[in-house]
């Protein structure tokens, strides 16, 4: 079945404009998880959605970013005012229903790259 | 208590010889415990997992060694290959909670 997708595949933008990422879940997935991936580092942990659960904003480094999900579908991801620093991979991942014990799902990412 | 720790930070390991990546963890909550394969420019992809009542899960080349008492895990690679060459992540999880480790990267030498 289709996994994970993510859009676009590369960003480029320049400081101080706006920028909105989309992920598409595997369908039927609960759980929807935004991380950063800077060059050669590891997955910073930026938000997750689980349900009709209030989304846990805990990873999100500042007020520039939001993100929404549209009941268990897709999520877009934003920027507000880039900076260089936001420049990485972000990537979403999916995990099926609780009680599935199951791993997390990663699309392929968005490249960002801010000027 | 929510970090899980890994070693060793990378990994040159001759084709044909074991690779071996360890990961430990502190909260006793944690219920799977899964790894990832990232290639470079591509998303992270689910290798293999555990779940604590077991002590190893083998799946080709892959086996995962898990001792609850030591709170440890780690990922054998066996009969390492080029093609294993990638950054591997171990993660610990009570869903919908998921922990990852800071990553090890993996070389192969033909």
């Known amino acids: 079945g289709a996994g994970v997708s993510q859009s676009p595949s590369n960003k480029v933008t320049e400081k101080g404009k706006d920028v909105e990422l989309r992920c598409d879940p595997i369908s039927g997935h609960t759980a929807l998880y935004w991380y950063r991936q800077r060059l050669g580092q590891g997955l910073e942990f930026l938000i997750y959605f689980q349900g009709n659960s209030a989304p846990d904003k805990s990873g999100l480094p500042s007020d520039r970013f939001s993100a929404e999900r549209t009941g268990e579908s897709v999520s877009t991801l934003t920027i507000q005012r880039t900076q260089q620093e936001d420049s990485a991979v972000y990537l979403c991942a999916s995990s099926p229903a609780p009680g599935q014990r199951a791993g997390q799902y990663f699309g392929p990412g968005t490249r960002l790259t801010v000027t | 208590q929510q970090q899980v720790k890994q070693s060793p930070q990378s990994l040159i390991v001759q084709k044909g010889g074991i690779s071996i990546i360890n990961c430990a963890y502190e909260n006793t909550a944690f219920d799977y415990f899964p790894w990832y394969q990232q290639f470079p420019g591509k998303g992270p992809a689910l290798l293999i997992a555990?779940?604590?009542?077991?002590s190893e899960k083998k799946e080709g080349r892959f086996t995962i060694s898990f001792n609850k008492s030591a709170k440890q895990f780690s990922l054998h690679i066996m009969d390492s290959q080029p093609g294993d060459s990638a950054t591997y992540f171990c993660a610990a999880s009570y869903w919908p909670n998921f922990v990852f480790g800071p990553g090890t990267r993996l070389s192969v030498l033909p």
């Open positions: 555990i779940r604590p009542d077991v």
